[in-house]
């Protein structure tokens, strides 16, 4: 059972442009939000993260908007740059000592062209 | 600081075969967790520990074993080795930050080939 869905699977910005990734929940018992971003040979690296009781967070060229209703949660990034290629990983787990256990999405690849 | 660190880098098994992922933190962090990373399924939870002496299934622990008797080693076991284990294992540590900060720390993987 996949609890957090993430699209697209792919995507091609141009520098410059706008990239936004979206990722759906099912379990409203979730209570936080991160994103990781990995670059090929690495491990994942904590983006940016949030929690339910805000709708957006902005921390330099990446925003997450927050829909509770929705249980909908995306990544904009903006003026994409080709260092921003990468596979961006949205997650979410639940609170107390369950918050490290971490419900990922499929993951989306993205590639800026210079 | 070293980090998250985990060895091997790379490992091949014949079906069958036991051998153990180790992990080390150094950052006196009480969680930590392993990972398994497979194509188009993001990484999926294996294990989980939220301190010495206490550990947690994750979505896909069958198969492996963990126990973790210091803050800071968490190995991962594979008891009888199978092909659907080939997949890229990531260890991971975390602590209760200030202000709701809960990163973890990945380490770089170790990619296991199962023939």
């Known amino acids: 059972q996949q609890q957090v869905k993430q699209s697209p699977q792919s995507l091609i910005v141009q520098k410059g442009g706008i990239s936004i990734i979206n990722c759906a929940y099912e379990?409203?018992?979730?209570?936080?939000f991160p994103w990781y971003q990995q670059f090929p040979g690495k491990g994942p690296a904590l983006l940016i993260a949030?929690?339910?009781?805000?709708s957006e967070k902005k921390e330099g060229r990446f925003t997450i908007s927050f829909n509770k209703s929705a249980k909908q949660f995306s990544l904009h990034i903006m003026d994409s740059q080709p260092g921003d290629s990468a596979t961006y990983f949205c997650?979410?787990?639940?609170?107390?000592?369950?918050?490290?256990?971490?419900?990922f999405g499929q993951g989306t690849i993205l590639t800026v062209h210079p | 600081n070293a980090g998250v660190t985990q060895t091997p880098k790379f490992q091949v098994l014949k079906t069958g075969q036991s051998m153990t992922l180790q992990c080390a933190q150094d950052?006196?962090?009480?969680?930590m967790s392993w990972y398994r990373q497979d194509p188009g399924m993001g990484l999926r939870l294996i294990h989980y520990?939220?301190?010495?002496?206490?550990?947690d299934q994750g979505e896909v622990p069958n198969g492996y074993n963990v126990s973790r008797s210091t803050t800071e080693d968490f190995p991962l076991r594979l008891l009888s080795a199978a092909p659907s284990q080939t997949s890229v294992y990531f260890c991971?540590?975390?602590?209760?930050?200030?202000?709701?900060?809960?990163?973890?720390?990945f380490g770089p993987g170790t990619r296991l080939t199962v023939t």
């Open positions: 991971a540590s975390s602590y209760p930050g200030l202000a709701g900060s809960y990163e973890q720390y």
């Open positions: 379990n409203t018992a979730f209570d936080y």
């Open positions: 520990s939220v301190g010495a002496g206490i550990t």
């Open positions: 997650a979410a787990s639940m609170g107390g000592t369950s918050y490290g256990k971490l419900t």
């Open positions: 950052m006196n962090h009480e969680y």
């Open positions: 949030i929690r339910p009781d805000v």
